[in-house]
């Protein structure tokens, strides 16, 4: 069964310090999505993106985060100067149809951020 | 603005004993409705979905949930727990013509005694 591919999984990076996270959607897939999970707390939403550019973002996804479609494949999360509190486990999800609502998104395993 | 509300952080269950996970939404229209589920190390997995239609639907792993509009519920049940059941379950609601954005409740993490 076709998978959301993230890497790395684990990711240390000294605060202030730019970062970037990868993800690989399911290849036919359209939508694409951004969520991260602090330790102890709810999955939150950051950003879906589609058509290459942002569809919507939550108060989160500030001015120190962006996306990118580099390539037919990839899709990042930067962070441009990483805080103590970016610290989390974010989690690249992707679904066919997006603007068809009701549609599951399929998540990655996810990447672990720890800002030092 | 919509929200989702699960009852209980962690449930405990015997194996062999009815799972019920409670969830709850708020919303000023209809939702689309989610659960998924987190085992150790691993990402969310679909474990079934509420659109329209049919208000029981059955997922994967032998789990349904019953979408009642009146209590604004979804909670997810299955009759017999095993003991592959323990995770951590998230409720979610997709609200209509938000581009997909899912709001997740805060998660049940599910036990299962032998």
């Known amino acids: ?116 | 603005a919509q929200s989702v509300t699960q009852l209980g952080s962690h449930v405990s269950v015997s194996e062999g004993a009815l799972v019920l996970l409670r969830c709850n939404y708020s919303s000023s229209v209809p939702p689309y409705l989610f659960w998924y589920v987190q085992y150790p190390n691993q990402g969310l997995q679909l474990l079934l979905k509420y659109t329209t239609g049919a208000t029981l639907v059955k997922g994967i792993n032998g789990f349904e949930a019953e979408f009642k509009k009146s209590e604004t519920s979804f909670h997810l049940t299955k009759p017999s727990a095993h003991m592959s059941d323990a995770a951590e379950y998230f409720c979610a609601v997709s609200a209509v013509n938000q581009g997909g954005k899912l709001i997740f409740g805060q998660g049940t993490e599910l036990s299962v005694k032998p």
């Open chain 1, 1 to 116: 069964e076709p998978e959301v591919t993230q890497t790395p999984s684990h990711q240390v990076t000294q605060m202030g310090q730019e970062v970037i996270l990868r993800c690989v959607p399911i290849s036919n897939h359209l939508y694409f999505y951004w969520y991260r999970q602090i330790l102890g707390q709810k999955v939150e939403f950051l950003v879906s993106f589609y058509n290459n550019e942002i569809s919507e973002k939550s108060e989160i996804f500030d001015d120190q985060f962006s996306v990118e479609r580099p390539d037919g494949s990839n899709f990042t999360l930067k962070i441009r100067s990483t805080k103590l509190e970016d610290s989390a486990m974010y989690f690249c999800a992707s679904s066919e149809f997006g603007r068809v609502d009701g549609q599951p998104q399929h998540f990655g395993d996810g990447t672990r951020l720890s800002i030092l």
